[in-house]
């Protein structure tokens, strides 16, 4: 009666697949009891059996929260399936083709499922709004004739799902006026365990020290089981080492040296990874024989991983072996002909060889070695890696006219190679006359209205299929005009070329011709038709004037459009006068005539300098004056200097537009004696180049000015103007370093025109000078040796020429350069923070020459010389700073040197730091959390990194509000935690490992409600596992007392 309450309890309560090494903290418990089960069979087997679903892609799969045990769960397949179309179609205004928005999943279905439905998904987009029909295995359902099945928004619901009925493979066809798509392929499968025949088994009678090998013959089910054994009762399991071993393969209990503490009665027991039943096996008793004890002998392998090992990329693969002999046989495996891969890990006393996230690079041979010291035994199997089809070119949706040549193709990688097939609005497309199809490419000749519809590409290996999709529209119409090109009248001048529109909207292309009046017109080399139909008539003249028909045909219509056509004279203009030259104050009248056909209109505008003249801003100078018809007059008015410059004068017609430009110039007058005839010109500027010209004026007006006079230089002087902004400059140590504007060449004043630089220490009296015989010259560099840095000197900048030195300018005080720093940073640190950044520190001699501007950080990797250095500067007094970017497990070099404006100073003596090795990739797994009310424990495997990846420290659990984008964070160097969730709603809940290179892989989320107000008693908690791997995990039964309080 204790065993049977025992494995009650164990069958009444959810197991989890999470390791606990004590009770959950805070739940007042009675009893608790742990159980050692493994989490999920292999995952090579899945690969070969039809009746179980296709596994996500660890890349694009997601993991979901857990259902309850008994609800539906589905499966994501492999890659996304369906390529959506390239051009995204926003505006409900434009028609298109069905576009799946949703497609449906696989799904298994528990038998004992209180929830009485299955719902397989299905939505797409277009317009038309598309309609959906679904097929199974091929043909299509008649939702009508079962009242089980029914449509919501395109999704199938099948009340009462029955395996005998339903099972198969499920693909949903959406459908508008452009065509139809068929969606990916659903697998349903139902779950379910059955029970272990009832007929008592035989004992098995071995001698002691030999191997035996326990059957577990499991009942029907569907997916996988998961297999354990207890020893003579509950909650006694067989615990696998070195001597004993559980095939997950089998199922079958391996004993490779029976002893007498083995002696027992044993119970296989089963459980469904999807709906959670487990069930246990009549008991197989175990005795020994009395006829003596079995000798040594060499290892036997008894189970091992096939010959043909295949596994899906980015999976995870396993492979068992194990052998009976006496003494115990020691496990090893091998690649042959290469290396272990450095990820695989060595399970269950080394009967497990694991290989994470398998790649094309861990293919080939494999080994698996037994031996004792009576001998050994060996077996070799081949591993093969495939990948799904992914595709590299998918379709875009194309229109073409009606004859044109379709030409798509798709390409796709993936192991095995992919072949290729193409549907045309869901059916299959096979090569006919205009049709054809080879490797991935489609091509239709001379297409037409018939093959307009919705296509698929499919790219198949015998692992996966993808679809990728595209609208073919083929666009058959008659020609039309745009309304832009209707009957309209064409003015031109003689001599220009004209060019009378037609581009008809039409497909397939129409056939172009033109008429004039009622005869074709044919083309010469002054008169062509051009490619997209337009006409073009070189060196109009009048003889082509008349009326022009242009006609496009197809074989859907014909349409035509009207043009008049008017030759004119063209258009020139006079403008006068050509050249003016002004004084200030006086009045002037531009003319503008036109010369042009009578026919046409004329329209006058004035522009300055290119500009168009605003008569109502210009404050009463300009004013248009309109003559006649084909002439204006533009006055101005008390004429100022800022009106000389370029008037111009445009005349638009209908056919054509013409200008022309004339100078005004304005000058200041300068007035002497009428019977004069000589003037001096004085305060020019010495040895500068004039030319002189002479107007005459009374109180009648001015006269034309004379031609301008020789050029004439005036004679050398002393120069009179010093240098403006004399200033100090950065320069290096013991130099002063004086700056200036140089000297116009205006005010140079004659030949051999230098500068004088003079300076003396402040607060001495002798003036030291240096001449500088540059005229362009703008600086001056003093080096002395003795000179301290910052000393303060008085400096002034003189002139001279050929003819004696000028002034110079007012003395300033400029400093002599402080120079480069003299002295490296002390105390350089360099401390690793994580996988990628190094935080270096320095401290400054204050008292050493050269006031930094910043610090220069040089950091190069061990293998690396010094100079392949990259470097990284600080401004200002910084003293330390944060590398980011570095490789991880990397030793890097490192030095610091002060800089500013004369240059570098020496580096400090390099420092050493290596970045933190990257943080664990293995996820925390297995997490089995019990909520409370508001109090939610959690609890997870151990992550154990790989040899290049950091120690783990600890862990964090972050949990946030769903719809929140801020976490909490709970830290723990147990593999545990409570979480408080205080307010209401559904919280995420994710779990990672703390190393020194950073956080590691979080796990799957987990979505747990959090609900106010009242008291949680322990008879409501539940508990809820999230499996992720398929290592060996601890599973925790607790059954909870309820207590009197909290």
């Known amino acids: 009666m204790w065993l049977s309450w025992k494995l009650l309890l164990f069958l009444s309560l959810t197991g989890c697949l999470s390791e606990f090494s004590e009770a959950v903290p805070g739940l007042p418990t009675s009893y608790a009891a742990i159980l050692r089960i493994k989490s999920g069979s292999s995952s090579l087997t899945s690969f070969n059996s039809k009746n179980r679903p296709r596994l996500s892609s660890p890349s694009l799969g997601s993991v979901s929260s857990p259902g309850w045990r008994g609800a539906a769960q589905h499966y994501h397949s492999p890659t996304n399936l369906y390529h959506f179309s390239e051009t995204f179609k926003h505006d409900e205004s434009v028609d298109y083709g069905p576009v799946f928005v949703q497609e449906p999943d696989d799904m298994i279905f528990p038998t004992d499922s209180e929830e009485k439905k299955v719902s397989l998904n299905c939505q797409a987009r277009g317009n038309p709004t598309p309609t959906y029909r679904w097929l199974r295995n091929g043909t299509e359902i008649d939702i009508e004739s079962d009242y089980r099945f029914s449509l919501i928004e395109g999704s199938l619901i099948i009340s009462n799902p029955s395996e005998m009925k339903d099972s198969g493979q499920y693909q949903c066809l959406t459908t508008n006026t452009f065509g139809s798509i068929l969606s990916r392929e659903a697998v349903l499968q139902f779950a379910y365990l059955g029970n272990f025949s009832g007929r008592t088994r035989s004992a098995v009678s ?54 007498t503490s083995d002696v027992g009665s044993y119970i296989c027991l089963v459980k469904n990874t999807v709906t959670n039943a487990r069930v246990l096996s009549p008991p197989t008793p175990l005795t020994l024989r009395n006829d003596g004890v079995m000798g040594e002998y060499e290892p036997k392998i008894e189970v091992h991983f096939p010959y043909t090992v295949t596994a899906a990329r980015g999976t995870t693969v396993k492979m068992e072996c194990f052998a009976l002999g006496n003494p115990v046989p020691t496990i090893s495996w091998r690649k042959v002909n290469g290396h272990n891969p450095s990820k695989a890990r060595l399970r269950k006393s080394q009967a ?70 193409w549907l045309k609005n869901g059916a299959p497309l096979w090569p006919q006359n205009r049709i054809e199809m080879i490797n991935g490419v489609l091509m239709i000749q001379s297409v037409n209205v018939s093959d307009a519809g919705m296509y698929q590409c499919l790219a198949e290996n015998k692992y996966g299929t993808i679809y990728a999709s595209a609208e073919l529209k083929i666009l058959a119409s008659p020609p039309t005009f745009p309304l832009n090109q209707m009957k309209k009248t064409i003015i031109v001048t003689k001599g220009q070329e004209v060019v009378i529109e037609c581009k008809p909207q039409a497909s397939p292309k129409p056939t172009i011709t033109w008429k004039k009046g009622d005869k074709v017109l044919r083309e010469s080399k002054r008169i062509t038709i051009l490619p997209h139909g337009s006409l073009r008539i070189l060196n109009a003249s009048k003889s082509d004037e008349g009326r022009y028909l242009c006609q496009g ?50 329209t006058f505008y004035w522009t300055l300098n290119g500009q168009p003249i605003d008569f109502e801003k210009e404050g009463g100078h300009f004013e248009s004056i309109k003559a006649q018809a084909s002439s204006a ?20 017609t209908a056919a054509d537009t013409v200008s022309d430009e004339t100078e005004l110039l304005v000058r200041v007058p300068d007035l002497i004696s009428g019977d004069m005839e000589s003037a001096m010109a004085v305060e020019l500027n010495p040895w500068v180049e004039y030319e002189f010209r002479v107007v005459a004026t009374n109180k009648i007006g001015t006269g034309d000015p004379s031609v301008p006079s020789r050029v004439i230089r005036t004679n050398e002087a002393v120069p009179k103007t010093p240098p403006a902004n004399v200033s100090g400059r950065s320069g290096r140590r013991h130099e002063l370093v004086i700056a200036w504007e140089p000297v116009s060449e205006e005010f140079q004043s004659g030949e051999g025109f230098g500068y004088i630089v003079a300076f003396r220490p402040n607060g001495t009296r002798g003036w030291k000078e240096k001449m500088v015989t540059s005229s362009d010259a703008s600086k001056f560099i003093y080096r002395d040796e003795s000179v301290p840095p910052l000393t303060p000197f008085e400096v002034k900048v003189g002139v001279y ?88 497990n990397t030793l890097y070099h490192l030095t610091v040197r002060a800089y500013n404006a004369a240059g570098y100073g020496p580096p400090s003596t390099a420092v050493h730091a290596a970045t933190k090795k990257s943080p664990p990739s293995q996820a925390p797994g297995n997490i089995m959390w019990i909520q409370d009310g508001s109090h939610v424990s959690l609890g997870w495997e151990p992550v154990r990194p790989l040899a290049n990846e950091s120690d783990v420290m600890g862990y964090k659990v ?89």
């Open 352 to 421: 497990v060889l694991e290989i994470p996230n398998v790649q094309l690079e861990d293919s080939g041979m494999y080994e698996c070695k037994a031996e004792n010291s009576r001998g050994r035994n060996v077996f070799r199997g081949q591993l093969q890696v495939y990948t799904y089809p992914h595709w590299v070119e998918k379709l875009n949706d194309t229109q073409l006219d009606s004859g044109d040549q379709l030409r798509w193709e798709c390409k796709a990688t993936g192991k095995p190679r992919p072949t290729y097939r």
């Open 801 to 888: 020429n050929n003819k004696g030195d000028g002034p110079f300018s007012p003395i300033v005080v400029i400093c002599s350069a402080e120079g480069e720093p003299t002295a490296a940073p002390v105390d350089v640190k360099a401390t690793s923070l994580s996988v990628s950044e190094i935080l270096v520190a320095w401290k400054h001699i204050k008292e050493s020459l050269g006031r930094p501007q910043g610090f220069e950080v040089g950091y190069w990797k061990d293998m690396q010389q010094e100079e392949a250095a990259e470097k990284i500067k600080t401004e200002g007094n910084e003293s330390s700073i944060l590398l980011t970017g570095l490789e991880g």
């Open 633 to 652: 007059d533009l006055m101005i008015r008390n004429i100022l200097l800022m009106h000389a410059g370029r008037y111009g004068c445009r005349v638009q």
């Open 553 to 602: 045909v197809n074989v859907f219509g014909s349409a035509e459009i009207i043009a008049s056509l008017s030759v004119k004279e063209p258009t020139r203009i006079e403008l006068t006068p050509k050249k003016i030259e002004l004084t200030v104050g006086e009045s002037i009248v531009l003319s503008c005539k036109a010369l042009h056909d009578s026919t046409m209109d004329v």
């Open 958 to 1046: 972050l949990f946030r509000q769903e719809g929140q984008s801020n976490s909490q964070v709970i830290e723990t160097q147990k593999t545990s935690a409570v979480v408080l969730l205080p307010d209401v709603g559904v919280y995420i809940i994710e779990v990672c490992a703390v190393s020194e290179g950073g956080d590691g892989t979080a796990s799957p989320q987990i979505r747990v409600p959090s609900f106010s107000g009242g008291k949680v008693t322990s008879a409501q908690s539940t508990l809820h596992v999230l499996s992720t791997s398929s290592s060996s995990v601890t599973l925790l039964l607790a059954l909870m007392v309820p207590s009197t309080s909290w």
């Open 206 to 259: 071995v001698r002691e020290g030999q191997g035996v090998v326990l059957m577990c013959s499991p009942p029907l089910h569907s997916p996988e089981i998961i297999y354990s054994w207890v020893f003579n009762e509950f909650p006694s399991f067989v615990a696998e080492d070195s001597r004993r071993f559980i095939s997950q393969e089998t199922g079958n209990l391996y004993i490779s040296k029976v002893q």
